[in-house]
């Protein structure tokens, strides 16, 4: 490989080490807030018994019952399933600015038994991508 060619390559490496994006300042914070729950003996460097210990308590997680856990976030009234004035309230919570149609559409795609309702099952099937 000649030695232009070489400096051809490292321009182009630099040019999309330019392209990355940068964190946002609450990414950091996320981040940050990770390695300090990680670091349990606060000596700023995560060794690998603090690491396996995460990774296992991640592998243990049940995802069915972490998936339950978020129908129950949307599911406030306690009905067993996620109706138009819930999936609002959270779309609200989370700063976006949906319309009663847009939201209703996103119900209507996912609603297989046509209740005009999100149930357990459903929500289920969206969150792994089964439906």
Known sequence: ?????????TAVDKSK??????LTEEQKDEIKE???????????????HELKSVTDMILERDPKEEILKAFKLFDDDETG????????????????DMSDED????????????????NQ???ISIMTGDS
């Not at 080490?17 to 940068?22: G, P, V």
């Not at 606060?42 to 060794?47: N, P």
């Not at 996912?110 to 999100?118: H, K, L, V």
């Open 34 to 48: 990770a390695f300090e729950l990680f670091d349990t003996d606060k000596d700023k460097e995560i060794d690998y």
């Open 1 to 9: 490989m000649s030695l232009s060619l070489r400096t051809d390559l």
């Open 81 to 96: 399933k996620i109706s138009l004035r819930n999936l609002r309230r959270v779309a609200r919570e989370l700063g976006e």
């Open 121 to 123: 099952e459903e929500f």
């Open 17 to 22: 080490r330019k392209k990355r994006r940068e």
């Open 103 to 118: 939201l209703r559409a996103m119900i209507d795609e996912f609603d297989t038994d046509g209740d005009g309702e999100i």
